[in-house]
C-alpha cells in the first residue's frame, strides 16, 4: 500500500474522531409530569344520637344491615355496603314485602354521591301507593317524603304537595347521615317528619281515601346518584301519636 493513500486514510479518520467528540450525545427524556391525585371524599357526618325510649324498643326492625330479606328490589340497584342498604341506577327502588297503614318508620340515610345538594340527586321514602308488578321497582303511585329537607311529592298525580312547616328548611347536607322519623296515619292523612330529633313538617292528606295501604320504598331519584339507607325500624298502628325522636 502506497504511504500517500495510508496518509489520506489516516487523516478521514482523524476528522471522524474530531467530529465524534463534539457531537453531544442525546440527553435523557425528560421525567412525564406527574398527576395530581384527585381529592378525596369528603367523610359523611354521622346522625346525632337517638336517646332511648319505650317507645323505640316496640319498634320492630326492617332492615338489620346484614340482608335485604323481606325486600323486593333489582339486584342490579341494590346491595348491601358498610350496613346499609346502598342503591344505584334507573328506575330501582327497593320495597318491602309486607304492606303498612299507620306507621311510624325511623330511617338513617345519607346520599353518598354527588358530595353537594342537587335538585335530584336526593333521597325519598315511598308509601300509601300500589304493589308494583314483578320485575317493576318504579314508584308505585305513592306519596314520597324527602329526608332530609322535608319536600314532598305526590306520584298518583306526578306533582309536588306543599307541607306545613314546622321550622324554617335547615339546607342540612344530603351527603351526612340524618336520622328522619316519619308517622304516617292512613285514617286520617296526615304525615309528620323529624329529622335528627326536630320535628320538620306536617302535612294533612285534601282527601286521605285516594291512599291506601302498601309497600313502604326507599328510593333512588337520580340515576346518576348512589344513595344509603340504615338502621330502619317500624312500628305499625302507633300506640303514640307523637314523634318519639324529638327532643324534649
Not at 144 to 161: C, T
Not at 178 to 191: D, F, K, Q, R, W
Request: net charge positive; aromatic share 8%; charged share 20%.
Amino acid at each position: 500500500m502506497k504511504p500517500r493513500f495510508l496518509l489520506a486514510c489516516a487523516g478521514a479518520f482523524g476528522i471522524l474522531a474530531r467530529l465524534s467528540a463534539q457531537t453531544p450525545a442525546p440527553s435523557a427524556a425528560a421525567p412525564a409530569a406527574e398527576t395530581a391525585p384527585a381529592p378525596a371524599a369528603r367523610p359523611s357526618l354521622p346522625a346525632p344520637p337517638i336517646l332511648p325510649s319505650a317507645g323505640l324498643d316496640r319498634m320492630t326492625v326492617l332492615f338489620d344491615g346484614k340482608s335485604l330479606d323481606g325486600w323486593d328490589y333489582n339486584p342490579d340497584n341494590w346491595t348491601i355496603q358498610d350496613g346499609a342498604m346502598r342503591g344505584t341506577g334507573k328506575y330501582g327502588q327497593i320495597f318491602t314485602k309486607a304492606d303498612y297503614g299507620s306507621f311510624r318508620l325511623i330511617v338513617t340515610a345519607r346520599v353518598v354521591t354527588p358530595e353537594i345538594n342537587t335538585g335530584s340527586g336526593h333521597l325519598g321514602v315511598l308509601f300509601w301507593g300500589d304493589r308494583p308488578a314483578p320485575g317493576n321497582w318504579g314508584t308505585a303511585h305513592a306519596l314520597q317524603v324527602q329526608p332530609p329537607h322535608g319536600a314532598m311529592w305526590d306520584y298518583r298525580l306526578n306533582k309536588d304537595v306543599r307541607p306545613i312547616r314546622v321550622i324554617p328548611r335547615q339546607n342540612l347536607l344530603y351527603h351526612d347521615w340524618h336520622t328522619s322519623e316519619i308517622l304516617a296515619n292512613l285514617p286520617t292523612g296526615e304525615v309528620r317528619m323529624a329529622v335528627d330529633g326536630v320535628e320538620i313538617i306536617r302535612y294533612q292528606a285534601p282527601d286521605p281515601t285516594v291512599w291506601k295501604k302498601g309497600p313502604i320504598g326507599m328510593q333512588i331519584h337520580s340515576a346518576k346518584s348512589i344513595v344509603e339507607y340504615k338502621d330502619i325500624r317500624i312500628e305499625t298502628d302507633p300506640s303514640e301519636n307523637r314523634l318519639i325522636t324529638v327532643k324534649q
